[in-house]
Nanobody, 114 residues
């Protein structure tokens, strides 16, 4: 069973930065890793993903502001968030795939004040 531990959320002023981290334990065969976010009453949406080879994909709304990276030796994925906007205020979830299985983190709140 894979477990994910997220950290790095919090409160920041608009224009500021935060860095999210997510560490996976329980498996060494992690494929894609990524971050999603979900606002109350809305569907969870993709923010950014990164494959085991380092290929990345971003939502249009975060391109140029957010950077996803991973440390395979630590089974950790990061999301560097710069130029944060009030509309980035939501809960962010880490997601990893191991084979055909998908695992989600517990979510971390990011709040951007205007």
């Amino acid at each position: 069973q894979v477990q994910l531990v997220e950290s790095g959320g919090g409160l920041v002023q608009a224009g500021g930065s935060l860095r999210l981290s997510c560490t996976a334990s329980g498996s060494s065969y992690i494929n894609a890793m990524g971050w999603y976010r979900q606002a109350p009453g809305k569907e969870r949406e993709l923010v950014a993903t990164i494959t085991s080879a380092g290929d990345t994909n971003y939502a249009d709304s975060v391109k140029g502001r957010f950077t996803i990276s991973r440390d395979n030796a630590k089974n950790t994925v990061y999301l560097q968030m710069n130029s944060l906007k009030p509309e980035d205020t939501v809960v962010y979830f880490c997601r990893v795939t191991v084979g055909f299985k998908v695992y989600w983190g517990q979510g971390t709140q990011v709040t951007v004040s205007s």
